[in-house]
Every structure is written in C-alpha cells, then in structure tokens.
C-alpha cells in the first residue's frame, strides 16, 4: 500500500510537471508568453534573455521594473507603482519572492479612514416613472449613504451642456437635495 501510494505521488508530481515548464519552453516557433525568448530555449526578461546576442525570438518584451542594473530598453519602468519590490526577473510584487527580506509596508482600510465612512447611491431618474418598483427620492432609505449621485442625464447635441434625460426630471432635483437636510437633521 505504501509504494502503491508513493507511485501515486510521483505520478501526480511527474504529471504536473509539463504544466509547470508550458510557459517557460520557447523555441523559433514557439514564442514565450510573456518574455523573451533566450538562447537555451527558456523564456525570460532582461539583457541575459532579450540581449542581441542572446535571444530567439520575441525579442522587443520589455519587463514590468528595473531591478537595478538593466538598461532601460528592456524595461517599461524603473521602479514598480505603489512603491512595492522589483523581482530579480523584472516583475512588481509584494511577497518575499519580489522583495528578499525587504517588508512591504501594504495599505490599510481602517475604520477611521475617509473612504471606510463614504456610502455612495445612485438614484436613476427613471425610478420615479417605472410601472414597477417606483420609489421617488423621498422613498430613498434615511441614514445609509453620505452621498447620493443623481442619474441618468444627457449631453445637448448643439451646445454640449449637460441636460435632463426627460425635461420631467428638473422636478426631481428639489426632492434629491432636500435629502441632505432631512438625513443630517
């Protein structure tokens, strides 16, 4: 039972190998996924791998970051946005595999923060005037949003100001903004 189970492993290892090396083999035929194609046949970033002397094919791939002594033609940006870490591949991440030893300090959302206490709606015009499920803004629910966006207008084809969808919806902009005193009283 044992080697009947280390035969299972093995095959299940062995299975997921190709898998493992589908986007890293390249040939002339064969171009890499992402990266270039170097000159023993594996997909990569960088001089060692996009370099003249080195490639096969796919040779204008560009990595995400510089880390650190590449030129910049093989690179789409020197440092990675959000300050996070360059990999040594030339990838943007977050982990030990991107960053070493180095911590990566990650944004919070704590409750204190601004976009933790902003509730957004969106009242559609239509609403008002639908056979179903009508609700006028009075009938939006007291308490819940700190801001209320009023939708749907349209753009005046000749002048390009924005204009009300339906010249009925100029009744409505009254009831919206008596909203805010009512929800702060």
């Known amino acids: 039972m044992r080697h009947f189970l280390s035969l299972v492993c093995l095959l ?10 589908a986007d890293t083999f390249c040939s002339a035929d064969v171009p890499c996924a992402i990266g270039c194609c170097g000159q023993y046949n594996v997909c ?15 040779c204008d791939a ?7 002594d590449w030129d910049s033609k093989y690179v789409n940006s020197t440092t990675c946005p959000l300050n996070v870490c360059c990999s040594k591949y030339g990838f943007c991440g977050t982990t030990e595999e991107f960053c ?20 957004i709606g969106y009242y559609n015009a239509a609403a008002n005037s639908r056979s179903c499920d009508r609700m006028s803004p009075a009938g939006i ?18 002048t390009f100001e924005v ?12 009831q919206l903004a008596a909203l805010s005193s009512r929800d702060l009283g």
């Not at 299940?12 to 090396?21: D, E, F, R, T």
């Not at 070493?100 to 509730?119: E, F, H, I, M, Y």
């Not at 629910?141 to 000749?158: M, W």
């Not at 204009?163 to 009254?174: G, K």
């Open 62 to 68: 560009k990595a995400e970051c510089n880390p650190g």
């Open 163 to 174: 204009i009300p969808a339906n010249n009925a919806d100029t009744q409505l902009y009254p």
């Open 12 to 21: 299940a290892s062995v299975g997921s190998i190709p898998l493992a090396l």
């Open 100 to 119: 070493g030893n180095k911590t990566v300090t990650r944004p919070l959302c704590d409750a204190g923060s601004q976009s933790v206490t902003r509730v």
């Open 141 to 158: 629910p007291q308490g819940i949003y700190s801001h209320i966006y009023f939708v749907f207008g349209s753009i005046d084809l000749d």
């Open 44 to 58: 990569g970033m960088g001089p060692d791998y996009c370099g003249s002397d080195n490639y096969i094919n796919n």
